[in-house]
């Protein structure tokens, strides 16, 4: 006879965190709209979250996909789910980015029983699924991936569930150019290792934005670049 009982189906082993923020004009890319202003800064990182979400993909039997969200007063739930559309999102907590980091992948390690973890942000709109498919696989042979960007921080972290440490996100100084250099430190100093992926650029300043223009972006990104006459 057919049991008729439900059957419980894991979750995905892997898990992508996106953290980003709800695009509100004067909140979001504040050090880009010091040199073009808020309201342009607010396109272009609606433009940027746009194109990162439709390159990164969706969930899958292997990987969820997961946006962490900053609270503000603005963030209700149809202004999140009009920004993030259908994926699954939470609250990210804590002071500081380390916090925030140390906090996500706890909860995810300990009471999703998620295998390994990769986080991002929204500062690098051509960062593709397959880049972030190999960041996982790294994570077979080494305990910790990392992403290093031409600024000094990074624009990727993960690591396996057996590895972490929230120490490795305490006593940075965030927004500076030693947060690559620290906490690749703090992996070494606990003997795990690490496993780094080719360098790239987060787009945080005007001259990053059109450094970005000069690489003929497409998407919503180069659209918006075309439309300001600094894509050809």
Not at 23 to 48: F, H
Not at 73 to 100: C, E, I, N, P
């Amino acid at each position: 006879m057919a049991s008729n009982e439900m059957r419980t189906v894991p979750p995905p082993g892997r898990r992508l965190l996106v953290f980003a923020r709800l695009p509100e004009a004067g909140a979001v890319k504040t050090r880009l709209a010091a040199s073009i202003g808020e309201e342009r800064a607010l396109d272009v990182y609606e433009a940027m979250l746009t194109d990162l979400l439709e390159n990164i993909g969706k969930s899958d039997d292997e990987t969820e996909i997961e946006i962490l969200w900053a609270p503000t007063a603005a963030a209700t739930g149809a202004a999140l789910r009009q920004a993030f559309g259908a994926f699954s999102m939470a609250r990210q907590t804590g002071a500081d980015l380390g916090d925030r980091l140390a906090m996500a992948f706890s909860e995810r390690f300990f009471f999703h029983r998620t295998r390994k973890i990769i986080a991002i942000g929204v500062d690098d709109p051509t960062l593709s699924r397959e880049l972030i498919d190999h960041a996982f696989s790294l994570l077979d042979s080494c305990e910790w991936v990392i992403g290093p960007a031409d600024d000094g921080g990074y624009y990727l972290i993960g690591c396996r569930a057996a590895a972490f440490s929230t120490e490795i996100f305490t006593g940075i100084e965030w927004s500076t150019d030693q947060v690559l250099a620290t906490t690749l430190d703090h992996i070494r100093d606990s003997e795990q290792t690490v496993a780094q992926l080719p360098s790239r650029f987060d787009v945080d300043r005007e001259e990053d934005l059109r450094h970005l223009a000069t690489l003929a972006p497409g998407g919503a990104t180069g659209e918006l670049l075309r439309s300001w006459g600094w894509q050809v």
